[in-house]
DNA sequence: CGTGTGGTTGAACAATGTCAAGCTCTGTGG
DNA sequence: CCACAGAGCTTGACATTGTTCAACCACACG
């Protein structure tokens, strides 16, 4: 973890400054100023949230990578998904109390900090932030919508190309390549989150990179393809124009 | 659909009786009766909310079993999940607008039905059922969490098993067994929930009913061994005890 | 008595996993 | 400077899991 430096005021956010984002009133900010606790800064493979443990608080996520995963008793490992600056983690563990996934940071991270007790002060203050947060909670059920039919029905190409190009499309919208377009994954993740083997995995991407669609490079991938990659994956799916930011 | 008949008031809702749920202030309670613009009684088999179409309400389960599901272009179908009295269903739509995933009966169903415009009202005028909503849709993603595990990295027989047991258990939970501890479900519900061709899902079931841990009859399954179903699929994965109601 | 839906089974085949090996970096300690 | 170890990637051969095709059965409903 990199030292603490002083803190980005939300009415700095810098995604304000971002298309995809809704923007707040005045008086939305400097609520969510005084909310905000603080800020932590994590390097790549580090543990954000241990699976099984509570967290104390809620995150959002200002910039880089992180997953969530679970883990089945034998070790095997299921990433739920990726997210990615403007995402909300740790909200289910602060409603429910302990739930059962992990969330590490895929690259170095910083993420903003908000006390789980408090949450209940924006619903009762603020409720159209809350709104928001609800909003921000069913786009996440959305994700895994989409994830169950990959996982459940879609072939290892269609499901590899659709999750690249997700990915891709989030580094995107939030500017959050790493140096020169690259998304920081290795293949363990790919083949975490899609189910597959490593070995399965490694031939389906060398498959895509052989067709020109993508670039595999070290530790991440660059598309080269996008409509290509976009076809091949078959569904549309579009992601809606713009999200709340909380 | 049958015909209509005279409206359940929230004051008498059934589900306030049962443990799994929590209570509601006297104020909360006439709130929602307000809120609660009527019932709809379908037939098992009828589509609540079209894939792709936009609701203009919000539903919520007073009795009987829906699905959630998904159909690629190809026709093939993924169920997300199965919803149960107490659960909200079509809150995803109304939040983001359309969303491209259906709903339908699985069995005859009861649904209250809110207007989605109104939503908003209950946020600012009763911010902790605005929590419970959001507690629900967590609650909800929890469910897919496993869902995406079960999808991703779970055998067959520990798929299945474990799906049939939490279908057991909250049939239990809000005492929706059709006819002698029935679960209302067909052999395809179960390969299109588990993502599996129709045969081996049958090869599946026939295996854990010759075990003697279940009893396969016409359209739905009884669990005769309910410990040793949990104990084959492994994962411990305790419900909440309780859990809102809106 | 057809006809349709749901369930069952076998056999051939395709998709994916496992095992085993080797390769290329990068970082580290001698 | 070199040797070595570990992480990530790649590939082949073979085993296992799951799909497809093609029947057939039982029952409910007109």
Redesign the interface.
């Known amino acids: 973890m990199s030292k603490n430096r002083s803190t980005t005021l939300c009415r700095n956010c810098p995604h304000q400054a971002l298309d995809v984002f809704c923007t707040h009133t005045a008086d939305e900010t400097s609520f969510l100023e005084s909310f905000k606790i603080g800020e932590i800064n994590l390097d790549a493979g580090s543990t954000v949230i241990e699976q099984g443990a509570a967290s104390a608080h809620i995150f959002t996520v200002l910039s880089g990578w992180l997953f ?1 995963y ?1 883990t ?2 034998d070790g ?3 990433i ?1 998904n990726f997210a990615v600056p403007g995402d909300l983690v740790g ?2 563990a602060s ?3 302990k ?3 992990g969330v590490e940071a895929l690259s170095d991270v910083v993420l903003c900090v908000f006390e789980k007790n408090r949450l ?1 002060e924006l ?2 203050s603020h ?2 932030l ?2 928001d ?3 921000l ?6 994700v ?6 990959s ?4 072939s290892a190409k269609q499901r590899v190309a659709l999750l690249l190009w997700n990915l891709h499309q989030n580094a995107q919208r939030t500017h959050s390549f790493e140096s020169r377009d690259i998304v920081p994954v290795t293949q363990s993740h790919i083949a ?1 989150a ?2 597959f083997s490593l070995v399965h995995t490694n031939r389906t991407l060398r498959g895509l990179a052989r067709s020109g669609l993508i670039d595999w490079v070290d530790r991440g991938f660059r598309v080269r393809d996008a409509d290509s990659l976009h076809t091949v994956a ?2 549309p ?1 579009p992601n ?1 124009k713009q999200r709340p930011l909380v």
Chains 1, 2 share one sequence.
């Open positions: 969530r679970k089945l008793e095997q490992r299921q739920l909200l289910q409603l429910m109390g739930v059962d996934h209940i619903y009762q409720f159209h809350a709104f947060v609800t909003w909670a069913c786009s996440q059920e959305r895994l919508d989409d994830g169950m039919l996982l459940g029905r879609r975490d899609m189910g078959g569904s799916a809606p």
